[in-house]
């Protein structure tokens, strides 16, 4: 149980859960697949066309893994997160796909099978904690609700486990907050409360969507570490959606970049960052200024504008805006192939962007 | 109440050592308190010093980047500068004249030398107006060209910006967010002033867009020689574009300096705590440092505690910092810092810098 495995909140501050050696904290679970998409697409019909939303993405997360999912927005990463617990609304349509996790297909879930995975087994923040949050309910009965639901709790169980829960995620006075309405606590402390909400059940997995954007960068780094410590003491994987390429160093395992609804590169964190083998991916991290070191005289930056996802070039969608396309871009769409080890790109030039080094790819000039 | 006196409006910040510049734009104890209607009775009605005190100089041609909570007062200051809003009490002395209690003939002098662009670029333009009206209607209402030569200048202006000509006649709903900046910065521009606070400009847009806009500010102010206020969270942007950065919080500066010191050696725990919580994008670099998180949230300014304004959350504190609030003092560097124990807070060199309570507080036992 959650409450069992945590400690004292005032352990020194260097003991911080993101600081895992490569991966170490999985070495206690199993390392098998947790969850496993297949051909995942989304379609939405509008009077402009069927915008593809989701376009047969395919990823696996392993037991207590931590995968990040980037990209810049529109393209398809709350979507295709959303998918996986049937979230979409209309006119959003799942055309094609499967989900497993743990034997079960996420996406052929129905009627009362699905809300029991929803909240218990899959839980998911949001960026704006008031879109999960309902405003004229006090917290209490929020957290205790789902507790009663899915785990058989009595009042009384539910409410000694939602109090423990408001403290473990950080919450002062817990006592004081537990029967506040949401519009009476700080974006931060909404968000702790959703973290709490969603941990209640111990799911298998977490999908946080955006979960910190809204918040300052030392509200960030607060919720970021008790996001991996919960999880990780959970044994939960978490299913991250962020675009701060500084937050997916700092707290993902594995990364998936995410261009026109597809999955271009994905690999683990730290060969993603030292090597990318898709120029968007190298882009991406090209044009963020550093914290530290040079400053270069001008930014790289990548022109142009991502496609129209009811218009999707036949070729590569990023074919337009990247410095290396050729015929070749432009008439065929690049399959995803493996690069290294648990490393794929999609792109006819992987080679070209791999053998980089220091150079820049995407020119600081207009 | 933090004293302000320090320094007059006459004096020079840099406490009169011989350096030849006197700054462009100079801030002496400026002041915004709102009434606070909280609460149904009057006793609860309070004072909301949004802004307590602030003295800051904007050279010629050089950029300042203010950065701090959400809450701490940027805005407001922001405002003041380009007044919008009229400061309670304090100076503001551009070129040598003293704006800070202006008749309204000077104000509009005022606002044609300092302009502002908001964040979110939507809200700031009006949707029923086509980019080239949006642009051209600072230049008709303050009378200072035709329609016709108006007409000329939104071209080059937009132009300047990096706009497409036919895209004048558009309306803003049409344009990326990355446009829609482009157009508040033409807008901004259109004056000619001398100082453009920028609050946010970046901030809602996607990483490979941002850089775009910082090229842009970058490019203008070495073709014009403008000055920027640069309001950010995003500290490595505003490493990347500022010359002089000033940390907030809660109403006062807390720090201030040259970039590279702050960003090097800040003196100030909450300037620490801050660059402690930024993710870099580097997985490695991130693995190896030690992370201290800032605790607590931002006190109410309504409210604010006694002496120091950041004892409550400091990892540093000490009774005396309960009684007395530190002032802003030059450090032998070049910079200025708000905290009793500043000089306790050097970091080595080089590093960014680490910051652990533990270590601080076992320094200032010895
Ligand atoms: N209700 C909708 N109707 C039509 N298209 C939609 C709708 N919602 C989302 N989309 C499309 O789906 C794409 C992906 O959206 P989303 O997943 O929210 O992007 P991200 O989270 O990466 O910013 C968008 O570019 C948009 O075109
Ligand atoms: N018009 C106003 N009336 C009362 N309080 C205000 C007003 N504008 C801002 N404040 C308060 O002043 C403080 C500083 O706000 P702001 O300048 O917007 O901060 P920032 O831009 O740094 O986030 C906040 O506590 C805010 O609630
Ligand atoms: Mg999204
Ligand atoms: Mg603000």
């Given amino acids: 149980m959650l409450a069992t495995k945590f400690r004292s909140r005032n352990g020194p501050p260097n003991a911080s859960s993101l600081n895992h050696g490569n991966m170490a904290h999985l070495m206690q679970s199993e390392k098998n697949t947790l969850l496993s998409v297949r051909d995942l697409s989304v379609e939405f019909h509008t009077a402009r066309g069927v915008v593809k939303a989701v376009n047969s993405v395919s990823l696996d997360i392993k037991a207590g893994e931590r995968l990040a999912i980037v990209g810049e927005s529109g393209s398809g990463k709350s979507i295709m997160s959303m998918s996986l617990l049937q979230l979409v609304q209309y006119p959003g349509r799942i055309t094609s796909g499967s989900a497993m996790l743990e034997g079960t297909d996420l996406l052929a879930l129905k009627g009362k099978k699905l809300r029991a995975v929803r909240g218990s087994k899959v839980t998911m923040i949001f960026q704006d904690p008031m879109t999960s949050l309902n405003p004229v309910l006090r917290v209490s009965e929020q957290l205790i609700a789902p507790m009663r639901r899915h785990l058989h709790l009595g009042q009384r169980e539910a409410k000694e486990r939602g109090l423990k829960l408001l403290a473990q995620v950080g919450i002062p006075d817990a006592e004081g907050n537990f029967n506040n309405y949401p519009h009476e606590l700080s974006g931060g402390m909404r968000q702790r409360v959703l973290i709490a909400m969603a941990m209640a059940c111990s799911p298998r997995l977490l999908i946080a969507d955006e979960p910190t954007t809204a918040l300052d960068v030392t509200i960030q780094a607060q919720i970021i570490e008790l996001l991996a410590k919960v999880s990780k003491e959970e044994g939960s994987s978490v299913l991250f959606v962020t675009h701060d390429m500084g937050l997916v160093a700092r707290f993902a395992d594995r990364v998936a970049v995410m261009y026109g609804g597809r999955i271009i590169e994905s690999g683990p964190t730290d060969q993603m960052f030292e090597n990318p083998h898709h120029p968007y991916t190298r882009g991406l991290l090209e044009s963020i200024p550093s914290i530290t070191g040079e400053r270069p005289e001008r930014l790289s930056q990548i022109e142009g504008t991502p496609p129209d996802l009811a218009f999707l070039p036949k070729g590569c969608s990023f074919a337009d805006r990247c410095p290396l396309s050729d015929e070749v871009c432009i008439e065929t769409q690049p399959a995803s192939l493996t690069v290294a080890s648990d490393h794929t790109a999609a792109c006819h030039h992987s080679d070209v962007v791999a053998s980089l080094g220091e150079r820049r790819l995407f020119d600081a000039e207009n | ?366």
């Fill in chain 2, 1 to 366: 109440m933090q004293k302000t006196e320090a320094l007059s409006p006459t004096e020079p910040a840099d406490g009169g050592d011989a350096q030849a510049t006197t700054p462009l734009l100079r801030v002496r104890g400026i002041q915004k308190h709102f009434a606070s209607s909280q609460g149904l009775f009057r006793r609860s009605h309070r004072v909301v010093r949004a802004v307590d005190g602030v003295d800051l100089d904007i050279e010629a041609g050089k950029t300042l980047g203010l950065v701090g909570e959400s809450g701490c007062g940027k805005t407001t200051l922001g405002r003041m500068l380009v007044r919008l809003d009229s400061p309670t009490s304090g100076g503001i002395i551009l070129d040598g004249h003293n704006y800070g209690a202006a008749t309204s003939h000077e104000l509009k002098q005022y606002r044609q030398l300092v302009q502002m662009v908001f964040q979110d670029p939507m809200a700031s333009l009006d949707p029923r107006m086509t980019i080239g009206q949006s642009i051209s209607e600072p230049l008709t209402v303050m009378r200072i060209c035709t329609k016709k030569e108006a007409h000329k200048r939104v071209h080059s202006l937009m132009q300047s910006v990096g706009l497409p000509e036919e895209m004048a006649n558009r309306y803003p709903h049409q344009l990326s967010g990355g446009q829609r900046q482009r157009v508040g910065i033409a807008r901004a521009l259109a004056l000619e002033p001398k100082v453009i606070v920028l609050d946010e400009p970046t901030s809602a847009l996607d990483v490979s867009v941002r850089a775009q806009v910082i090229n842009l500010l970058r490019d203008l102010q070495r073709d014009t020689g403008i000055s920027f206020v640069f309001i950010s969270h995003d500290l490595s942007t505003v490493r990347y574009i500022s010359h002089e950065v000033a940390v907030m919080y809660l109403g006062t500066i807390v720090e201030r300096g040259p970039v590279d010191q702050i960003f090097e050696s800040p003196r100030h725990p909450y300037t620490r705590a801050l660059l402690a919580a930024i993710p870099i994008p580097d997985p490695r670099k991130e693995k190896e440092r030690q992370r201290y998180v800032l605790t607590g949230e931002l006190p109410s300014p309504a409210n604010p505690p006694s002496g120091c304004a950041f004892r409550t959350r400091c990892p540093i504190v000490t009774d005396f910092c309960a009684e007395s609030a530190p002032q802003l003092e030059r450090t032998e560097d070049g910079g200025y810092v708000a905290c009793h124990f500043a000089s306790l807070a050097k970091s080595e060199s080089g590093s960014l810098p680490v910051f652990t309570d533990v270590r601080l507080k076992e320094s200032i036992q010895q």
